[in-house]
């Protein structure tokens, strides 16, 4: 599987907030990201790096 694993980049720290992601979308200032569950969650953030080998994604919250 090809999912990824979102992570909110927080004072240097990485805390995982959402797995198995098999989508994300940025919504102007807000990105969505759906589960293959079928699980969404909007954040108020942007994308800072993704390293597709690993399936990870890192976003930082915009404020």
């Not at 694993?5 to 240097?12: E, F, M, S, W």
């Not at 699980?39 to 080998?53: D, H, P, Q, T, Y």
Request: aromatic share 6%; hydrophobic share 40%; charged share 35%.
């Amino acid at each position: 599987m090809c999912e990824a694993v979102v992570y909110l980049a927080d004072g240097g720290e990485e805390k995982e907030i959402m797995r198995e992601v098999e989508f994300l979308e940025v919504e102007g200032e807000q990105l969505l990201l759906s589960s293959l569950f079928g699980n969404e969650r909007k954040l108020r953030a942007r994308v800072k790096s993704i390293n597709f080998g690993r399936h990870k994604v890192i976003v930082e919250q915009i404020h």
